[in-house]
């Protein structure tokens, strides 16, 4: 009656971090640093735009995004990357970038490749999504490592040659999530000359491109028209969930080949759901502005200052170059999360919730994820908190 395909799911991060810790009471005043839910004041302008707009609510949106906010897409990704896209053949909007991810997948994932299962290269840890999109259409995920051996990137290049030839997708997300990892050129060059050397795609994750310490991320988009790859080579996604401090808009973008991009929306115009006329009114205005996304990065750069001075003495301890997670080791991350809780009422998200077994290990078993998305002193408690308990 039900699928097989998804019977031997775990439990998501969020439901299995509550089975760990909700049957014990907490150590203190809870302070929540789990979830990668921005809680900077988003500009004062949105509210604004969506009364003037509320008119809107009573069309049916377009499907692809209104001629205007594909403009301001194309438009932020020339001034912020020197990127050349088409808007209306090679932008759609999208109800936030988990459903293109997702649905990007479903779109463009051949049904075989060189005669065989396909495969989805993600990286380990991993955004959830990209696991299940491979599950979807049929494909064998392989999780790539990243550890600290490998400057917390996976290492696509040192795969089988027979994994290679049967990978039709290769997830990347850089800034990374958890590990606030940034790929270099160089690194999307290697990546980007492998995709042509065994004609696979790369979904580039660059959700958390505009909150960075100090050197703006590069675009996988930006480094493969330098290269002159084929324009289907890279399909990019977007997001004004962080960059704007948005998540509630539910919107991003996807950008790509003009071929790709159009299978896409084929797709979305059967089973998606474009975001309402009024939000992407918002999200146009939003593309087109700057300023907000200066301030918010400056609130960000104030944060990794903080958490550098208070894990200064921690061994192992390392900064995010950019994202606004902290990645910190421990003997075990189970463990640890549920010693914070029960002592102190801080919340963590254990490292294996967002990676899987693999021969060479799992890469997030002796980690915790800690979300710097809270005011900035409570962040402060909480970060002081997690040394004094975990560290000292």
């Not at 996604?237 to 084929?266: C, D, M, W, Y």
């Amino acid at each position: 009656m039900f699928p097989e395909r998804f019977s031997n799911l775990p439990a998501y991060a969020f439901p299995r971090l509550r089975s760990l810790l909700d049957h014990h009471e907490p150590g203190g005043d809870v302070v929540h640093m789990t979830i990668g839910e921005p809680k900077h004041t988003f500009p004062d302008w949105v509210s604004g735009i969506i009364a003037e707009n509320a008119a809107g609510f009573n069309k049916y949106p377009p499907n692809d995004g209104t001629p205007e906010l594909q403009g301001a897409i194309a438009d932020w990704l020339k001034r912020r990357f020197g990127a050349d896209v088409d808007a209306s053949s090679q932008v759609m909007a999208l109800n936030g970038t988990r459903e293109g991810l997702y649905n990007a997948a479903m779109a463009l994932c051949p049904e075989t490749k060189n005669g065989a299962q396909p495969i989805v290269l993600t990286p380990n840890p991993f955004y959830q999504v990209y696991m299940i999109a491979a599950i979807s259409v049929g494909a064998e995920p392989v999780f790539v490592n990243a550890t600290s051996a490998s400057d917390h990137l996976p290492d696509f290049t040192a795969l089988p040659e027979d994994v290679l030839k049967r990978t039709s997708i290769a997830y990347m997300c850089s800034p990374a999530n958890p590990q606030g990892t940034v790929a270099s050129e160089q690194f999307w060059r290697e990546l980007i000359a492998l995709a042509e050397q065994y004609d696979f795609q790369i979904f580039a994750d660059e959700c958390y491109s505009e909150i960075y310490r100090d050197t703006p991320p590069v675009s996988a988009l930006k480094v493969a028209q330098d290269m002159g790859t084929d324009s289907e080579r890279v399909v990019v996604f977007h997001s004004l969930s962080k960059r704007s401090n948005l998540p509630g808009l539910r919107s991003g973008f996807v950008t790509g080949g003009a071929e790709s991009i159009k299978r896409i929306k084929q797709l979305r115009a059967y089973s998606g759901a474009p975001l309402p006329l009024p939000l992407q009114k918002v999200a146009e205005k939003a593309w087109a502005d700057d300023t907000h996304v200066d301030e918010n990065r400056a609130l960000y750069q104030e944060k990794y200052r903080i958490a550098d001075e208070i894990f200064a003495n921690v061994q192992g301890y390392q900064g995010p170059d950019a994202g606004f997670f902290l990645w910190l080791p421990v003997e075990n991350g189970e463990e640890a999360a549920l010693k914070l809780w029960k002592e102190t009422g801080v919340r963590v998200l254990p490292g294996e919730y967002l990676s899987k077994d693999t021969d060479q290990g799992n890469p997030g078993r002796e980690y915790i994820r800690v979300a710097m998305v809270a005011p900035k002193d409570e962040m402060q408690r909480g970060l002081i908190q997690i040394r004094d308990c975990l560290f000292a």
